[in-house]
């Protein structure tokens, strides 16, 4: 509780400061200036890096992958976007850092690798080869007392219609049938 108190409060403190300097070496209106330059370039990169990664996970989901990757780099263009919209030095030096497909790819690989969801609360981990550790997304463990359903995986490129799912004719309507099971 107290280091989000503290960032929300030493963070415009700093950036404060850094304007305050900067605008003394540069001037004022050069600062200000400055400060919206940033914000519309770094929005205009958002907005052509942003999309790059809608089609990359478009091409993913495509191809039958899940588009992990490409969804925590969207998170990470999400903030990097709304850092750039913040007025200030340090919060552009670091939206810019994020919109760094380099650097974004990095952070994205390893905050996929330690899998934690500190997004949600941070009660579990996802294991890359098994799914939810048994906290599980929300901190919540089945303990094994939930219910097991059994089933069986069906293409339906490859069902005949005149045969069913299971390859019996009973779902055609022949003549003395009724159609039903």
């Known amino acids: 509780m107290r280091i989000p108190f503290l960032a929300f409060v ?20 050069t600062t ?26 478009n091409q993913r989901m495509a191809q039958g992958q899940v588009p992990g990757q490409e969804i925590v780099e969207g998170m990470m263009l999400a903030i990097a976007g709304a850092l750039l919209l913040t007025p200030g030095l340090i919060t552009d030096t670091v939206g810019f850092a994020l919109l760094t497909p380099l650097i974004r790819r990095k952070l994205a690989q390893q905050a996929m690798k330690k899998g934690s969801f500190f997004f949600m609360g941070g009660g579990g981990q996802f294991r890359a080869g098994g799914g939810f550790g048994a906290g ?39 003549p003395g049938s009724s159609g039903r099971h």
């Not at 007392?145 to 005149?162: A, H, K, L, Q, S």
């Open 10 to 29: 030493l963070i415009p403190m700093a950036e404060l400061y850094l304007l305050f300097t900067v605008a003394d070496w540069i001037g004022g209106f």
């Open 32 to 57: 200000l200036a400055l400060v919206i330059l940033t914000a519309a370039v770094g929005l205009s990169v958002l907005r052509v890096q942003g999309f790059a990664t809608l089609v990359r996970a």
């Open 136 to 174: 599980g997304p929300f901190g919540q463990g089945s303990g094994g007392r939930g219910n097991t359903i059994d089933g069986e995986v069906v293409d339906r490129d490859n069902i005949d219609p005149d045969r069913g799912l299971n390859g019996d004719t009973a779902d055609k309507d022949e």
